[in-house]
C-alpha cells in the first residue's frame, strides 16, 4: 500500500514563505510525475507544479517566479517551497503522484490527505 503524506502547510502573512513536503511511503520502484495542486474555497482544483522522474518541471502561471519545486527520487519526496505569498494562494494544497510502480502493483494516480496553506493579514 502506498500512500502520500503531506506535512508544512499553516497560515502566514502576505510576502511571508512556507515549504510543503511530500514522502511517497511503501515499496516503491520509481514515480514518474510527483507533483503538488491545490483547491480553494469554491473553485475546482488546480495544477501548481510538478516534476518528472528526469526533472522536467511545469509550473502554474499564477506561481511561476515565486514557487519552486523540488523531488529526491531515491526518497521519493517532493517539496513546494512557496515565497512572496499572496492571499490569492489560500487554498488546500495536495500532493500527487502519478504512474507509481511498486513491487508488485502499479498506481496509475495517487493523492495526498491535503494540507491547509492560510496566507492573510
Known amino acids: 500500500q502506498v500512500q502520500l503524506v503531506e506535512t508544512g502547510g499553516g497560515s502566514v502573512h502576505p510576502g511571508g514563505s512556507l515549504r510543503l513536503s511530500c514522502v511517497a511511503s511503501?515499496?516503491?520502484?520509481?514515480?514518474?510525475?510527483m507533483g503538488w495542486y491545490r483547491q480553494a474555497p469554491g473553485k475546482e482544483r488546480e495544477l501548481v507544479a510538478n516534476m518528472t522522474y528526469g526533472g522536467g518541471t511545469i509550473y502554474a502561471d499564477s506561481v511561476k517566479g515565486r514557487f519552486t519545486i523540488s523531488r529526491d527520487n531515491a526518497k521519493n519526496t517532493v517539496d513546494l517551497q512557496m515565497d512572496s505569498l499572496k492571499p490569492e494562494d489560500t487554498a488546500v494544497y495536495y500532493c500527487?503522484?502519478?504512474?507509481?510502480?511498486?513491487?508488485?502493483?502499479?498506481?496509475?494516480?495517487?493523492w495526498g490527505q491535503g494540507t491547509l496553506v492560510t496566507v492573510s493579514s
Open positions: 511503501g515499496d516503491i520502484f520509481s514515480i514518474y510525475v
Open positions: 500527487n503522484a502519478r504512474h507509481v510502480i511498486t513491487r508488485p502493483t502499479r498506481y496509475p494516480e495517487l
